[in-house]
């Protein structure tokens, strides 16, 4: 089982610069942009024990730490400034878990900043620069093939006569399995004898050493087979050409061909980039075992086609399998930054696929049942998990909490898809110990603490913990085991303290505190964090379960997010624009996090407020075409305008597990599915409004059958195809 990590490159792991501004806010930090993870747990690559982001930062303890040595909710000193990051937002990310193919728009990999080919986090080529006659081809195109491959176009005139139009095409397809093919296109009206040189090097550095400027240089070659070798004491790494070249001078890292090209004529060289010990690099999203189901949409608008293409191209992209537990597959969080499992993002990204099957899920669940914690102990059923930043206002939150949270509540759900019982029961143990921390951490109280003891009760906390003691009591039911009784009884008196104690009267109407502090102080500041109270659970016969909100506080904060202060144009804002603190950059203060929009468009939509559901939806949906279907993690929360185009973070993961899987949590929907494969029934709810015209889903998986389902542009739902025997509940 590999380690858990951090959920996300430009999420959970970084603080904003200097003193906290709440006396709630604690630990230390880095500038927004910083990958340093704040929370003293390593983001790790899968089957490596390196870290994957930069170790220079102030660090705060893990959760399990002994309280002695937990930060203070009382202000502390400013941090002192990690090293910068390198930029990812205008890189070319080929992904294909575990390897990693990072490039400029230039196609040239010149070995600065993340450049290179990547292996379980380890650059494996840093430098691979071609030259055709003693000069470096015009790079006049480059774009993504595909979620783990890119083509690089470039021009050169080689023929002396020939006016200034280009008579070579240099064409360089790179893929994330560690292969790039370099192919020449002769225009020329002659034959051609053009010298090729490679020139190429590496440093075998960690993602975490390159990230923090301390790679060191490039360590000297040796000619090996038809390439080239580098090693160092902790491994090594080879380049294999063919053809053969003519010459390899170790040296200069360098590999030589003379090619004759007929006039129209082409000719390709392939490289093949091999880490010591490691075998061809086999994406779990490219077998055919793959969980995810190979589902399509189609209609009015085209970019619904795109965006579902594309999020299950990076989903598949960011799968791993556990070597030892081969059905323990489950996604990472995101590349580059974080591509190892984080329990949160996985558990929440797996969930909004279950449209496209239990697979996901329950190779997912497997993965970290694995890493509960045993007792006695006051953790004792807790999955673990890192610090998380909370933004300017609240000190970091433990990702744990809310990955043993989420547990019970997909399986729960995915039960609801389709899942098969006997995997049911063999992760319902689980899913009891899950529950019994919640209930025994409560104990006497009302509200659940993050991190325990002694922390804020979040908001959000509260929205998880509401939702696990539902869904999870309908399970225990299920199955005939005691507690879902006292679930409920618990999640009834929440829902009355939260409706009283947590709503914080104003003249715009009132808000959701972000939390309270121990001692009862509210915390007022509102931001996209509170969305989570939107999304209950789905329980038996389709039917929603009850928020923590009432049906007036619903209403309002409904139009708190149809707000301008709250969206943006382009999606939500992590901070609404008249909060202190905010920042259009801020993770955790400003800007537009994609997982909370679609949470939010979701849960508006089952509430019956589609205006402003339709208004996220297009907004995020309009995003979502200025980055090629590629959603990152995040991008900042300025107010979108005529002409503009969302301003993307500098170090954001780009593909993320959460934001591509947010993209299938969209567009179901617009369709309104709500299966109960246990009763053979499903609900279809389409939002009426149909703010994308007509729209059909085809290929989506319930009860393990394929499903499919339209929408009409006077916004009634039909099933086009359906397993056998389940019907549609009015």
């Known amino acids: 089982m590999h380690p858990p990590t951090p959920p996300s490159a430009a ?4 603080r904003a610069a200097g003193t906290p501004t709440s006396p709630l806010r604690g630990g230390g930090g880095g500038p927004p942009g910083n990958a340093g993870d704040p929370r003293g747990s390593e983001p790790r690559f899968p089957g490596t024990g ?14 399990d730490q002994p309280p002695s040595s937990r930060p203070s909710l009382a202000p502390s000193p400013a941090a002192r400034r990690p090293a910068q990051l390198p930029p990812t937002h205008t890189a070319l990310i080929c992904v294909a878990l575990p390897g990693l193919a990072i490039s400029t728009d230039q196609g040239q990999l010149t070995g600065r900043g993340l450049e290179g080919f990547y292996r379980g986090g380890r650059r494996v080529l840093s430098r691979c620069q071609v030259r055709v006659a003693g000069r470096e081809p015009l790079a006049v195109q480059a774009r993504m093939t595909a979620a783990d491959s890119a083509r690089f176009v470039g021009t050169l005139r080689v ?30 009206p002659r034959p051609l004898r053009l010298p090729v040189e490679v020139s190429l090097g590496t440093d075998l550095a960690d993602l975490g050493m390159i990230a923090s400027g301390t790679a ?29 070249p003519a010459d390899a001078l170790a040296s200069a890292g360098l590999l030589r061909w003379e090619l004759d090209l007929p006039p129209g004529g082409s000719t390709t060289l392939e490289l093949r980039v091999r880490q010591d010990g490691a075998g061809p690099v086999r994406a779990v999203g490219r077998a055919a075992t793959s969980p995810l189901a190979p589902a399509r949409a189609t209609g009015d608008d085209p970019r619904v086609e795109a965006l579902l293409r594309t999020s299950i191209e990076d989903l598949q992209a960011l799968l791993l399998r556990d070597s030892a537990h081969p059905s323990g597959i489950h996604l990472a969080a995101g590349a580059p930054w974080r591509c190892g499992m984080a329990p949160a993002e996985a558990l929440a990204a797996a969930r909004m696929t279950l449209p496209l099957g239990t697979g996901l899920a329950v190779g997912t669940l497997r993965a970290l049942a694995r890493t509960q914690l045993p007792g006695p102990g006051p953790r004792s059923g807790m999955l673990p998990g890192p610090r998380r930043d909370a933004g300017p206002h609240l000190p970091p939150g433990c990702t744990g909490t809310e990955a043993t949270l989420l547990f019970p509540v997909l399986l729960a759900e995915a039960r609801r898809w389709g899942l098969p019982e006997q995997a049911t029961e063999e992760l319902l143990p689980t899913a009891e110990r899950c529950l019994t921390w919640l209930r025994t951490t409560v104990g006497d109280g009302t509200y659940l603490p993050d991190p325990q003891p002694g922390g804020p009760l979040r908001c959000e906390t509260q929205a998880h913990a509401h939702r696990a003691a539902l869904l999870g009591a309908d399970l225990l039911d299920a199955y005939g085991r005691p507690g879902g009784a006292g679930l409920r009884q618990w999640a009834q008196e929440l829902r009355t303290a939260f409706r009283a104690e947590f709503w914080v009267e104003d003249r715009g109407g009132g808000r959701p505190a972000a939390a309270r502090t121990p001692d009862g102080r509210v915390v007022p500041h509102f931001g996209a964090i509170a969305a989570h109270l939107l999304d209950t659970g789905l329980l038996g016969e389709g039917e929603p379960a009850p928020g923590l909100l009432d049906k007036v506080q619903t209403e309002q904060l409904a139009r708190l997010f149809g707000s301008p202060a709250m969206d943006s144009g382009w999606g939500l ?30 849960g508006l939509a089952t509430a019956g407020y589609e205006k402003e559901a339709s208004s996220l939806l297009r907004g995020l949906l309009a995003a979502a075409d200025t980055f090629g279907y590629r959603l990152p993690e995040m991008y900042a929360g300025e107010q979108r305008a005529e002409g503009s185009a969302p301003l993307p973070h500098p170090a954001a993961c780009r593909p993320s597990a959460t934001a591509a899987a947010s993209g299938v949590l969209l567009l179901a929907t617009l369709t309104g599915v709500r299966p109960d494969a246990p009763a053979s029934t499903v609900m279809l709810r389409p939002v009426r409004s149909v703010p994308l015209g007509e729209i059909g889903l085809t290929g989506l998986r319930i009860a393990g059958a394929p499903f499919s389902v339209r929408v009409s542009r006077l916004g009634v739902a039909m099933v086009e195809e359906a397993a056998a025997g389940l019907q549609l509940r009015a």
């Not at 390196?50 to 959760?63: D, H, I, K, Q």
């Open 50 to 63: 390196r870290p994957s982001t930069p170790p220079a930062r102030s660090a705060l303890p893990p959760f």
């Open 159 to 188: 023929s002396p006569d020939g006016g200034p139009d280009p008579d070579l095409v240099v064409e360089r397809i790179r893929h994330a399995d560690g292969t790039e093919r370099i192919t020449l296109h002769s225009s020329a």
């Open 11 to 14: 999420d959970d792991d970084r």
């Open 216 to 244: 060191g240089p490039e360590l000297p070659a040796s000619v090996h087979a038809s390439g080239l070798r580098w090693s160092r004491a902790t491994g090594g790494a080879a380049v294999t050409a063919e053809p053969p």
């Open 573 to 602: 804002r992590g901070l609404g624009v008249k909060e202190g603190g905010y920042n259009p950059f801020g993770h955790r203060s400003g800007a537009v996090r994609v997982q909370e929009t679609a949470v939010a468009v979701a």
